[in-house]
Nanobody, 122 residues
Framework: VQLQASGGGLVQAGGSLRLSCALSGRTFTFYAMGWFRQAPGKEREFVAAISRSGGSTSYKDSAKGRFTVSRDNAKNTVYLQMNSLKPEDTVVYYC????????????????WGQGTLVTVSS
């Protein structure tokens, strides 16, 4: 399984970005998909996740109301729409695939993308 993340970049505070993550090598609908982020020297933390069908989602508290996770099973792609971005959202974001359904801990995800950097300027 390979995950290819894209969409990071530089944005001003209050702006928006959409991250994408394409899965290849296995059937996409076998996996719940998650987004995590990691700041230097800190543990990777859960941001959002979506079930195999897309019918269920979960979010970190600080992401609720600002971020939206979605998936297009026909395109084997999961998205993270990020609105109202804040400087503290500046970190590397990772997508991940879990065969166990929606999980909140990185150890429950089997496959990881390479990370994409989001930088929010104040």
């Amino acid at each position: 399984v390979q995950l290819q993340a894209s969409g990071g970049g530089l944005v001003q505070a209050g702006g928006s970005l959409r991250l994408s993550c394409a899965l290849s090598g296995r059937t996409f609908t076998f996996y719940a998909m998650g987004w995590f982020r990691q700041a230097p020297g800190k543990e990777r933390e859960f941001v959002a996740a979506i079930s195999r069908s897309g019918g269920s989602t979960s979010y970190k508290d600080s992401a609720k109301g600002r971020f939206t996770v979605s998936r297009d099973n026909a395109k084997n792609t999961v998205y993270l729409q990020m609105n109202s971005l804040k400087p503290e959202d500046t970190v590397v974001y990772y997508c991940a695939a879990s065969p166990q359904g929606i999980k909140f801990y990185a150890l429950n995800y089997d496959y990881w993308g390479q990370g994409t950097l989001v930088t929010v300027s104040s």
